[in-house]
């Protein structure tokens, strides 16, 4: 049944997909706000596909301490589950993504529209500066950024690599660091087409004042972040194995 349920639910969240892309189209002659809108609706539309078909909630914590200014967000990164998800939380933010995702037809014209941030891996330091700008550029604008500081996905679990380039643009844009943990990974795993029934879990986290050192923001982002994930993974995997046992009441006997 569970291999079945991700089966449908894979195939229409790439109907939903391509639906919305060709709809979507007459927004590239209008102002952002309309591919932000449409952005909002398929990220709603997946979370329902989601609970219908796959039986996965989502349970949003401390959403209260989302500044009411703009700040820099960054969030652990375990699925693709939240490179949708956090607009929802995050309604107008600009995602700091790679370079290559905005040759994707489609894709890339809707990014480019929406103000979202690349980066050129292949530039260096130059690469650095270029994303410190677009960032500047977006907050005039009273956008918050959003970025993943491990530059890719992670399976719950394994050893964190946070790169140092977001104490670097923390430093640079002197406002509050949001951090957000969480357990997608569990539910929707990288590199799987499988998706298992339960709770992801998203928590914001006490946003980090701008003006500390470098090395200390760094330090607390890490801590911040890891601890509230094994955290909240712990409570998704009581839950798996919950639902587990469930499944395993419920099998006919031989």
Request: aromatic share 10%; glycine share 6%.
């Amino acid at each position: 049944m569970l291999v079945i349920r991700s089966l449908i639910f894979n195939f229409l969240f790439y109907v939903n997909l391509l639906v919305q892309v060709v709809a979507a189209l007459p927004t590239l002659l209008m102002p952002r706000w309309a591919i932000i809108a449409v952005a909002r609706f398929w990220a709603r539309t997946n979370l329902w596909l989601l609970r219908v078909v796959c039986g996965i909630e989502a349970e949003f914590r401390g959403l209260e301490k989302i500044p009411p200014g703009p700040s820099l967000v960054s969030s652990k990164h375990q699925s693709l589950w939240e490179t949708f998800a956090l607009l929802l939380i995050l309604p107008d933010a600009a995602f700091i993504m790679k370079r290559e995702l905005m040759w994707i037809p489609f894709f890339g014209w809707y990014a480019w529209k929406a103000g979202m941030i690349p980066i050129d891996r292949s530039k260096g330091s130059q690469a650095l500066a270029d994303m410190n700008a677009c960032a500047r550029r977006e907050l005039a604008r009273n956008r918050s950024i959003i970025i993943f500081p491990e530059g890719t996905r992670r399976s719950p679990g394994a050893e964190p690599r946070y790169k140092y380039g977001v104490a670097r643009l923390y430093s640079e844009m002197g406002v509050p660091c949001l951090p957000i943990a969480l357990n997608s990974g569990l539910f929707w795993p990288r590199r799987s087409m499988r998706r298992y029934p339960g709770t992801i879990l998203v928590e914001v986290l006490d946003p980090i004042p701008p003006g500390l050192g470098q090395d200390a923001f760094f330090e607390r982002l890490q801590r911040d972040v890891e601890g509230a994930t094994a955290r909240l993974l712990a409570e998704g995997r009581r839950e798996l194995a919950r639902n587990r046992e469930r499944e395993a009441s419920l099998a006919p006997s031989s």
